[in-house]
């Protein structure tokens, strides 16, 4: 019995080993249409008139949002996308945290705890480490792009959030 | 040749898990959603092209819980089979499925009624229950099942196993694991279609059927019937009875069955009618060979109608009411002199069942399932017999069962916490809690489980018992630990581990017994703990070419006690009838566009019967050696325009294939099917030829 177990220990062991890590299957072109209205649905304490994005990490979103915000401006706001790092994370409006940069959420968190950056993370299950909205596929329905939102850490960063994003988010923490 | 195989599969395994890693795969297109809102957006269809692979692993499991989940998410063991892997396994019927499953195996009962084993324990009365659309087959007289030509494999467009107990949802037919077959509906049809199976071996015909099934869907009305009519043959063997006396099966063992499932369902409201006339024919009984072969009939009727009511957003009301019909175990003929313990025997039994419950999103995180049960079993016996306990001829029992469960979704893991408390009239209660904790953790998926679960005595079992005793429910605890990884997009695999304890398992005491103990025969509760420990792996790889699907099985009884009428003398870690290691391998290779060949591999280890019996008439123990059955299947899906048709080859070798008896009853090991060659033929009339080319 014992060598049973420990053969098919091995066996799942040394497959799981070789299996190939892949993330999260997003689109970037949806995934920045996504960002686009999650930024101009959301309320910042003050109004802007110019927003700043900041990735940490790398993202194919970056281009898609460059291309997206080059001809897109809502009631005046422009946006600017820049590649930041953690540390730089309050010197912007609106996180985005690659799915490879996930690690660094709890610097992130740190550095913006309580101030009006929204906070958008490519992996899911990303609230309580202090993410607004989780992006995450949604296997149960034809592996479609849903995200996930955190209505308490937004208003704990003096967010407010519309009902547009409220309908269609997966609720959470 | 065990550790050969294992040795080749482990290989196979680790080279396949090397393959190189595709980018993701996003469908692409050139369209601009830059304009589209999050409304537009979340109502688009999904941008990205899920292999078959993450397809059949997220398919919505509906048996596990009693809200749909994925196959990971679900809290229990599962083994789902498609209709894609059906239709290209080339099975001829349910038993070939199902033979593909980790952990089952098929053992001769009475009667020519062969039914299933499951992790070395011994389940065909009301250990497992199967059923088609939710609705349970079981028989009501004994519980049990028949397999062997029995239910119309063309229809079928999934199959759910859950490889566990399912009490805490289904009751005390469901102790050891759950079966649930799901049929093509009006929307999966859209037309007529006709479907034949025949096969031939060197000595007799196999199997010869024809079906037939229409269905459509039309606005908010979807409507299907499908039926069947089949003869088949058990074996085309010799049997030989542990007196060393011989009858050829050809003839001799026939399986009939005449099957139809009409459905239909109206927006919320959905009816479903089964009709099942299963026969089987043997010479085989109890006590040896008679003289001439003799039909056994098994007739069921069922109906549901279910109800759903969305009362709003976050509550919906869940209505079913169930009546099934049921003549099990009938033989109304003039047994000849000879074979007089062939008795006539003839019981009509009704259960009539109402289920009431509510489907509950309080919480974001939390989905809440509850409400109750209440059904009623009544058996009439007629030929002027009487049940032997109440000595009347006309029982009848209630059972009722609240029941509840709540998913939970936390940060750390998924919880699901339930528990279904059966009160019967007839054996008291049984509480029957259940705790599932699923976590996905990247690719990987964990699974830690915990269930008790029962068997409820049936009618024939509560009036049988030995001496008037009055039979506690059979109670078993289950724990689980299942751990997965997705490989790859297009590789899945599972290990899972198990523990089954098993308390007052009621057994059978035949009539060899009582010539030892003085007993008279019937149904008893064993004063042993019994139960089976062991692990399961399920490997899927599906990709262009094909797929190869692996399963594992293996069990060990050696931390466990045993009951007597289980026991193999001598051994300390199987179980009678059944093998510890099983290893089955599925495979399906395109054959350029339109065609593939489907190789099948079947490995059982060796297993212990009785065979023959001394000058005293005690058994003498016979260990059957490893059985490896090779079959092949060529097909083709649009040879000829709507017609998918197939040849097959089932048990190339011509290996002797046995059922052997999975506890003490002197029975010798029933023959299965030699080598058969088989054809089949699905030629499908859609309704809209147009919408069927797109």
New interface residues.
């Given amino acids: 019995?014992s060598k049973?177990?420990i053969?098919?220990?091995i066996?799942?062991f040394?497959?799981?080993s070789?299996?190939?890590?892949?993330g999260q299957?997003?689109?970037p072109?949806?995934n920045s249409?996504?960002i686009?209205?999650?930024i101009k649905?959301t309320s910042w304490p003050q109004k802007k008139s110019v927003i700043h994005v900041g990735i940490v990490g790398n993202s194919q979103v970056e281009e898609e949002l460059k291309r997206?915000f080059s001809?897109?401006t809502s009631n005046g706001t422009t946006y600017t996308v820049k590649k930041i790092t953690s540390a730089e994370a309050k010197t912007v409006d609106v996180v985005i945290v690659a799915q490879q940069a996930s690690e660094q959420m709890r610097s992130i968190e740190q550095q913006t705890a309580r101030t009006p950056v929204l906070i958008i993370t490519e992996k899911e299950?990303m609230?309580?480490q202090g993410a607004c909205i989780s992006f995450f596929?949604d296997?149960?329905?034809?592996?479609?792009?849903?995200y996930q939102l955190s209505i308490r850490n937004c208003k704990a960063r003096g967010l407010s959030v519309n009902e547009?994003?409220q309908?269609?988010a997966?609720?959470?923490? | 040749m065990k550790r050969i195989l294992?040795t080749y599969i482990?290989t196979l395994?680790?080279i396949l898990?090397?393959g190189?890693?595709k980018p993701?795969?996003?469908?692409k297109d050139t369209s601009d959603?830059?304009n589209?809102?999050?409304?537009e957006?979340?109502k688009?269809?999904?941008?990205?092209a899920?292999t078959d692979m993450?397809k059949t692993?997220?398919l919505?499991i509906e048996a596990a819980s009693r809200k749909p989940?994925?196959m990971?998410?679900s809290p229990s063991i599962i083994s789902v089979i498609t209709e894609e892997e059906i239709e290209r396994s080339g099975a001829r019927d349910l038993m070939d499925i199902i033979a593909l499953i980790p952990g089952m195996e098929f053992n001769v009962d009475v009667e020519g009624v062969v039914a299933l084993s499951f992790r070395g324990l011994w389940s065909n009365e009301g250990n497992i229950s199967l059923q088609i659309n939710g609705m349970e087959v079981n028989e009501i007289a004994y519980a049990s099942l028949q397999f062997g030509n029995h239910y119309q494999v063309s229809q079928i467009k999934k199959i759910e196993i859950i490889r566990g107990p399912g009490s805490a949802i289904y009751g005390g037919c469901a102790e050891y694991a759950v079966i649930n077959i799901i049929t093509k509906k009006g929307e999966d049809l859209k037309g007529a279609a006709i479907n034949t199976n025949i096969g031939q071996t060197a000595e007799t015909y196999s199997r010869q059927e024809i079906g037939l099934s229409v269905g459509d869907k039309i606005k908010d009305l979807s409507y299907s019937f499908s039926g069947m009519v089949a003869r088949a043959q058990r074996s085309n063997g010799t049997y030989t009875d542990v007196y060393n006396n011989s009858y050829k099966m050809p003839g001799n063992a026939d399986l009939k069955a005449n099957y139809f499932n009409i459905g239909m369902k109206y927006k919320n409201l959905s009816v479903q009618f089964i009709y099942d006339n299963y026969q089987t024919t043997n010479r085989d009984n109890i006590l040896g060979i008679m003289s001439r072969p003799y039909s056994m009939n098994f007739l069921s009727g069922m109906t549901q109608v279910k109800y759903n009511k969305q009362l709003n957003k976050k509550l919906q009301l869940q209505l079913k009411l169930d009546h099934k019909y049921s003549e099990p175990w009938t033989f109304t003929g003039q047994p000849a002199l000879i074979d007089s313990e062939y008795g006539s025997y003839r019981l009509i039994a009704n259960t009539y069942k109402a289920n009431i419950g509510i489907l509950w999103d309080p919480l974001?995180?939390m989905n809440v399932n509850c409400g109750i049960e209440g059904y009623n079993d009544r058996g009439h016996l007629t030929m002027n017999q009487v049940f032997r306990t109440d000595s009347t001829n006309e029982v009848s029992y209630m059972n009722y069962a609240p029941f509840t469960q709540i998913l939970m979704k936390t940060?750390y893991a998924n919880i699901t916490v339930g528990a279904r408390y059966d009160i019967s009239t007839a054996f008291g209660s049984a509480f029957n809690p259940r705790l599932g904790i699923t976590k996905k953790v990247?690719?990987?998926n964990f699974k830690l489980l915990y269930a008790s679960s029962f068997r409820a005595p049936a009618i024939e079992s509560i009036q049988y018992g030995v001496d008037n005793m009055k039979l506690k429910p059979e109670r078993s605890n289950t724990l689980e630990f299942e751990?997965s990884?997705?490989?790859?997009?297009d590789?899945y695999?599972s290990?899972n581990?198990f523990d089954i304890t098993t308390t007052d398992a009621i057994r059978y005491f035949v009539k060899t017994d009582s010539v030892i103990t003085g007993f008279p025969d019937g149904y008893r509760n064993s004063d042993k703990k019994i139960g089976s420990?062991g692990?399961e792996?399920e490997y899927r790889y599906k990709s262009s070419f094909g797929f190869i699907n692996l399963a594992y099985s293996?069990y060990?009884i050696?931390n466990k006690s045993v009951d007597d009428a289980n026991m193999v003398p001598g051994n300390k870690?199987m179980t009678l009838g059944t093998a510890q290691n099983k290893l089955t391998v599925l495979a399906s290779i395109n054959v350029g566009k339109k065609l593939f060949i489907s190789p099948s591999v079947n490995f059982i280890d060796k297993r212990f019967g009785y065979s023959s019996v001394d000058a005293n008439e005690n058994g003498i123990l016979t260990e059957y050696k490893p059985q490896l059955l090779l079959n092949a299947y060529l097909g083709s899906s649009n040879l000829v325009k709507n017609c998918s048709l197939g040849l097959g080859i089932s048990n190339i070798t011509n290996e002797r294939i046995i059922y052997p008896q999975a506890y003490s009853s002197l029975h010798a090991p029933l023959p299965g099917m030699g080598r058969d060659l088989y054809l089949k033929v699905n030629y499908k009339l859609p309704f809209n030829q147009k919408q069927q080319d797109q």
Avoid at chain 1, 139 to 146: A, H, L, R, V
Avoid at chain 1, 170 to 173: F, G, Q
Avoid at chain 2, 36 to 39: A, F, N, V
Wanted: proline letters at 1%; glycine letters at 2%; hydrophobic letters at 40%.
């Fill in positions: 019995m049973i177990y053969k098919a220990l066996v799942f040394s497959c799981i070789a299996a190939s890590c892949y299957s997003y689109d072109k949806e249409v996504y686009y209205n999650f649905y997206l001809k897109k299950n609230a309580r596929i296997e149960e329905n034809d592996y479609k792009t849903g547009q994003i309908n269609n997966v609720l959470t923490r | 294992l482990f395994l680790a898990s090397y190189q890693h993701v795969d996003i469908i959603l830059s589209l809102s999050i409304e957006l979340s688009m269809k999904s941008r990205y899920a993450e692993i997220s919505a989940l994925t990971r998410k974001y995180w940060p990247g690719i990987f751990a990884v997705k490989m790859r997009k590789m695999l290990v581990f420990q692990v792996v293996y060990t050696r870690s």
